[in-house]
Each structure stands twice: as structure tokens, then as C-alpha cells.
């Protein structure tokens, strides 16, 4: 049994920052990949940013610049540190975990709100 959970959602204002995290926890046999993903309001699940193991980072255009992924491999864990938010920034947010066989694994999402 594999274990993600996402946290550090909340409401912020426009400008503003925030930092999610993501820790796996379980049975995984090793951490290869960890990716952020996100959906918003009647819109379908779209990828955010995604970090594997000793690689450099990847993003979707509309975050560039504005969102730093991060991970820490001793603890299995993943941070998105977000910046600039903007109102279109709002979304559930998800973590994805990969492990070395190629499964994935997702946590419930954290909600992150932007709005004056």
C-alpha cells in the first residue's frame, strides 16, 4: 500500500506565494519520478511540473518562472514552491508519484485558491 498526501493548499491573494508538499509513504519501491498536476473548475486535470530522480525539472509553459519544483529523496518527498499566483493558478492540485517499475501514484489533492 502506497500512501500520497498532498498539503499547503489555502486561499491567497493575487501576487502572492505558497508551498505545496507531497510525501509517499508505504510500500513504493523507490521514488523515480514526482510531478505536480492540477485541475480546475470544469476544466480536464493538466500537468504542472515534474522532477525525476537526478534530472533537471520540467514545466508547463504557463508556470514557468513562477513555480520551482523540488524534491528530497530521503524523505520521498516533493515541494512546489509557487509564486506570482495569479487567478487562473486556481485548482486542486495533485501529486503524482512514479515508481521504478512505472506505477504511478496520486494523493487526494490539496486546493489552492486565488482571489482578492
Known amino acids: 500500500q502506497v500512501q500520497v498526501v498532498e498539503s499547503g493548499g489555502g486561499l491567497v491573494q493575487p501576487g502572492g506565494s505558497l508551498r505545496l508538499s507531497c510525501a509517499a509513504s508505504?510500500?513504493?519501491?523507490?521514488?523515480?519520478?514526482m510531478a505536480w498536476y492540477r485541475q480546475a473548475p470544469g476544466k480536464e486535470r493538466e500537468f504542472v511540473a515534474r522532477?525525476?530522480?537526478?534530472?533537471?525539472?520540467n514545466y508547463a509553459d504557463s508556470v514557468k518562472g513562477r513555480f520551482t519544483i523540488s524534491r528530497d529523496n530521503a524523505k520521498n518527498t516533493a515541494y512546489l514552491q509557487m509564486s506570482s499566483l495569479k487567478l487562473e493558478d486556481t485548482a486542486v492540485y495533485y501529486c503524482?508519484?512514479?515508481?521504478?517499475?512505472?506505477?504511478?501514484?496520486w494523493g487526494q489533492g490539496t486546493q489552492v485558491t486565488v482571489s482578492s
Open positions: 522532477i525525476a530522480y537526478e534530472s533537471r525539472p
Open positions: 508505504g510500500s513504493i519501491s523507490g521514488v523515480a519520478a
Open positions: 503524482q508519484i512514479t515508481d521504478w517499475r512505472g506505477y504511478h501514484y
